[in-house]
């Protein structure tokens, strides 16, 4: 290896942006170190406030920073992560605009992933119940809420429109009372502005297990004073209940009540990252163990931070809890104890009290906890509110922009205006021209192709470089199920004759298939058989 020393910061939420900026400031002038950081976007989101994007209270793009503004010297790979090899010191990430995995090595790996909504094997919820974590999902929600805002405004049956109008939210930590707090808000007053005025006929239930709202958050008074002003507002309070399942039609709580509804959304439950839980470390809640320095205990040179990382925290002998202020002062420090590592230098010990917690509850009110003795509510609290988090938001111009957002705000109502991301994820059809490359042998297997109309040959290259012809495919065949099956590389090229379309089934929607449809991948098993004791002739 070279005398280079690489650092792999794996997550671009607050642990490892935070991380990558100060390990700039302390190593970005070194030429003997590189920093990396890997996210599947090219942007942080700045998460207190993305319950407003659903309301509209700011824009879309007003949470958002591009990482590389923010870690200039810092090299980014928008790419997702596909393994960690621990032994090798190796980071594989999912093939780019080639269709090739990368392969980084590390000299220090940051594990800094945070945690997933994650639905698998709740039965429902998976299929029908809307995430809240991510702008993709605060965009995909305020779309939907307007959609059945206009679909109620031409309903005439009157227990359909209702359950059009009903919306339930799962969870009762700071996520699920702001986001139902904004959505009550921006519901009542976008209805009031529909051809028939239903704003009253809104029904927004909050689901949550304990027996207040923010009871693990907040002092008992102001849990109960948010729980008093929601309901206030006409938001249903459901406590001490979970939300069981869901179907396209309603929510069922555990005990076993249906509230008849489309909009279900779960900002619960919360789990490491699938790459974290797949990793021989000692691991406790799903977080990863490690020291007061947060290097991962048994392990040189691998760190962990924010919620990926169970932290003890030097200042009150607990552990770290999961939040933004916690992983900003997180990274601050291991950022230094990695400059020391390499320099040479004394380790720091994570320390830090908490500031407080805060709290929206819409419409210009909150709840805040300061020093663990200050109180606050209502309005003063929402003004400590905003400024706190306008504060704290990286970058002057996204201080400006958001600032400009509140002040229309006062001014005009929200915008309802939906902006639609179609996904193309599904199954598409695709035209090659002569000449061209389907995949080429070595390229990973992500798609079965079905041959609509014109002709592919099938080629591989022997050792000595030989091309060797193996079949031509004619309209009515498929052709990739073999890496698609064995999940492995493509073993062979499939290059154009005559112009072809084509159908391609993405290998999410394959798995599904063969998972649930025994004769349909016994077919395909048949088939591959087939073709490989023909290849080995």
């Known amino acids: 290896m070279s005398d280079r020393i690489r650092i792999v910061i794996l997550g671009g939420g607050f642990g490892g942006v935070y991380t990558a900026m100060h390990l700039e400031r302390l190593l970005g002038r070194d030429s003997r170190v590189e920093i990396a950081l890997v996210n599947r976007e090219n942007y942080f989101v700045f998460q207190p406030l993305l319950a407003e994007v659903v309301s509209g209270n700011i824009g879309l793009l007003d949470t958002v920073s591009p990482i590389s503004r923010l870690i200039p010297r810092c090299r980014l790979y928008v790419r997702q992560v596909e393994s960690v090899d621990l032994e090798a010191r190796t980071v594989t990430l999912a093939p780019g605009s080639r269709p090739q995995p990368l392969v980084l090595s590390y000299d220090h790996l940051v594990l800094a992933t945070g ?41 005439a049956d009157d227990a359909r429109r209702q359950q059009l109008l009903s919306f339930v939210v799962a969870g009762g930590g700071f996520s699920g009372v702001e986001v139902a707090a904004e959505m009550n808000d921006f519901l009542r007053a976008a209805a009031a502005r529909l051809h028939t005025d239903r704003s009253r006929e809104i029904r927004v239930v909050l689901v949550h297990s304990g027996q207040r709202i923010l009871e693990r958050e907040l002092s008992p008074s102001l849990g109960l004073y948010a729980q008093k002003i929601l309901q206030r507002r006409g938001v249903e309070i459901r406590l001490g209940q979970r939300l069981l399942t869901a179907t396209g039609d309603a929510a069922v709580l555990a005990n076993g009540e249906r509230i008849a509804a489309r909009t279900v959304v779960s900002t619960v439950p919360a789990f490491a990252n699938p790459l974290l839980a797949a990793l021989p470390l ?125 002040l229309l705000d006062l001014l005009v109502p929200p915008e309802t205006v ?35 109309s014109g002709s592919a040959e099938v080629v591989t290259t022997g050792e000595n470089g030989a091309e060797r012809v193996l079949t031509v495919l004619q309209a009515g065949q498929f052709f990739g199920e073999i890496a698609m099956l064995q999940q492995r590389n493509r073993t062979a090229s499939v290059r154009c004759c005559t112009a072809m379309n084509v159908v391609a089934l993405p290998q999410g929607q394959f798995q599904t298939l063969a998972r649930h449809l025994p004769q349909f991948r016994e077919g395909f098993e048949s088939t591959m058989a087939e073709r490989l004791q023909r290849d080995a002739e």
């Open 418 to 452: 939906q902006l639609r991301l179609e996904s193309h994820g599904g199954v598409q059809e695709l035209h090659f021209e002569p000449g061209e490359y389907v995949f080429r042998e070595g390229d990973r297997g992500d798609s079965l192709y079905v041959l609509i």
């Open 115 to 155: 945690t997933v909504t994650d639905f698998r094997g709740m039965t429902g919820l998976q299929q029908h119940a809307m995430p809240f974590k991510t702008l993709a999902d605060a965009v995909r929600l305020r779309n939907h809420l307007i959609t059945v805002l206009h679909e109620a405004d031409i309903e």
């Open 282 to 406: 000692p691991q406790e809640g799903g977080r990863i163990l490690v020291d007061g320095h947060m290097e991962v205990v048994g392990h040189a040179n691998l760190w962990a931070v924010g919620d990926a990382a169970r932290i003890p925290n030097g200042a009150d002998g607990e552990f770290a809890p999961p939040t933004a202020q916690h992983a900003t002062r997180e990274a601050a420090v291991l950022a230094a104890n990695i400059a020391a590592r390499i320099r040479g230098g004394r380790l720091q010990k994570f320390a830090f009290p908490g500031l407080g917690k805060m709290g929206s509850l819409g419409h210009r009110s909150a709840v805040a906890e300061l020093f663990g003795r200050i109180r606050l509510s209502g309005f003063p609290a929402w003004v400590m509110w905003r400024f706190v988090y306008w504060w704290k938001l990286p970058g002057f111009d996204r201080k400006l922009r958001v600032a400009f957002s509140w």
